[in-house]
Each structure stands twice: as structure tokens, then as C-alpha cells.
């Protein structure tokens, strides 16, 4: 079974632009998270989608935004990139919230954004 | 405020010896689960055990084990004969109000041979 897949790997970007980052979740899972995870510090939640809705957003600012596609898996928007934004960004999936509020989540690699 | 609270930002042990880590957190939710992610160098989190907050019976998974202290709100892991690749940040993790996961801030567990 394929576990969750997180692209690009790493991603490099000035000030100001723009950054996509893609997951896609585990066959069977319906939730996807996304997670903030700045160097030598834990992980801040930053987005949960179930089947395709936006169910919580963490304490972000608007520019961050993402969506959820009829297949599951998920986009993260990062606009306006500041230099604060360099951090891992971990995606983690699991079963849907209608079986359990919080089920194990599952993560992917992550993809390590670098803002110069 | 922080609600998944782990007090020790680092600890070590020696190969083969028995080590602790705390977490404690604050939920208003009846029924759920709490975990333990480890996260070694290579970045990727890794379950390591979750514990169901209605069964009294604590969780174990080989070396690894859990007590869990439902009233007091604690949940803290046990490694057991700790081995060099144990070595990792750990994290805890509890729902807090509308967010299926929240974690702790980690703690850094080195082995020493």
C-alpha cells in the first residue's frame, strides 16, 4: 500500500512569490492535514480538509489557503512568501472524521520550503 | 495557551536502559485517541503507539508502552531496552477542541552506547 506523497521534495522561492505544495493521501483515507514544521520547532496545524470541505483552519494567515480535490488529494497555496515561511511542510491523511473525530493520521515526507 | 504540554525538551539513555518521556493535555472530548510520533533525523513521522481514551488497559506496542492517567490527563511513554535507532524527537499528540491532532512540542531523546 502506497503511503502519503508529498511533492516537490524541496522548493525554493523569493520573497513574494508564490509556493504550491501537492499530497496525496493514502488510497481509503478522506481527511488530509496540512502542518507547518519550523526548524528545531514542533508541528503547527495549519489545515484539515474531509471530503473535499475545509473542516479547520489553524491560527494562519489567509494567505495560506489549499483545497481538496475529488480524489483526495490536496493543494497548499502560500502566497506572498515571507522569510518566516521557510519550514517543512508535513501533509498527513487518514480515515474520515464521520468514523472517529480523530483518527492515527499518516504522514508524508514533507517538503522543505526555502525562501531567499 | 499550550494544551499538549511535554516538559522534558530533552532527555538521553543508555542502550539497553528504561526511559520515560511525560505528556500531559487538556481536551473536553469523551472519546478519543492519544499518540506518540516519533520523528527521527530523516524527517519523517512515524506512529509509534496510540492509546483509546475509554479502554483502562494501557497501550503496548513490543518495547514501547504507555501510561495512561485519564483523570489526571497524562499519557506518558515508555521505551524499554532503548536501542540506538530510538533515538528522535517524540512527540505527543491529543484532539483540542475542533482539531483532530494537536502535538506537543517535542522531546529530544538521544542512546548512548
Known amino acids: 500500500e502506497a503511503g502519503v506523497t508529498q511533492s516537490p521534495t524541496h522548493l525554493i522561492k523569493t520573497r513574494g512569490q508564490q509556493a504550491t505544495l501537492r499530497c496525496s493521501p493514502i488510497?481509503?483515507?478522506?481527511?488530509v492535514y496540512w502542518y507547518q514544521q519550523a526548524l528545531g520547532l514542533g508541528l503547527q496545524f495549519l489545515l484539515w480538509?474531509?471530503?473535499?470541505?475545509?473542516?479547520n483552519r489553524g491560527n494562519f494567515p489567509p494567505r495560506f489557503s489549499g483545497r481538496q480535490f475529488p480524489n483526495y488529494s490536496s493543494e497548499l497555496n502560500v502566497n506572498a512568501l515571507e522569510l518566516e515561511d521557510s519550514a517543512l511542510y508535513l501533509c498527513?491523511?487518514?480515515?474520515?472524521?464521520?468514523?472517529?473525530?480523530?483518527?492515527?493520521?499518516?504522514f508524508g515526507d514533507g517538503t522543505r520550503l526555502s525562501i531567499l | 495557551a499550550q494544551t499538549v504540554t511535554q516538559s522534558q525538551p530533552e532527555m538521553s539513555v543508555q542502550e539497553a536502559e528504561t526511559v520515560t518521556l511525560s505528556c500531559t493535555y487538556d481536551?473536553?472530548?469523551?472519546?478519543?485517541?492519544l499518540f506518540w510520533y516519533k520523528q527521527p533525523p530523516s524527517r519523517q513521522m512515524i506512529l509509534v503507539i496510540r492509546?483509546?481514551?475509554?479502554?483502562?488497559q494501557n497501550a503496548t506496542e513490543n518495547r514501547f508502552s504507555v501510561n495512561f492517567q485519564k483523570a489526571a490527563k497524562s499519557f506518558s511513554l515508555k521505551i524499554s531496552d532503548s536501542q540506538l535507532g530510538d533515538a528522535a524527537m517524540y512527540f505527543c499528540?491529543?484532539?483540542?477542541?475542533?482539531?483532530?491532532?494537536?502535538f506537543g512540542k517535542g522531546t529530544r531523546l538521544s542512546v548512548i552506547a
Open positions: 498527513a491523511s487518514s480515515l474520515g472524521v464521520l468514523i472517529q473525530f480523530n483518527q492515527p493520521q499518516h
Open positions: 488510497s481509503g483515507h478522506t481527511s
Open positions: 480538509y474531509d471530503e473535499g470541505e475545509e473542516r
Open positions: 481536551t473536553s472530548e469523551s472519546d478519543y485517541y
Open positions: 492509546q483509546e481514551a475509554y479502554k483502562q
Open positions: 499528540a491529543s484532539p483540542v477542541g475542533d482539531t483532530p491532532l494537536v
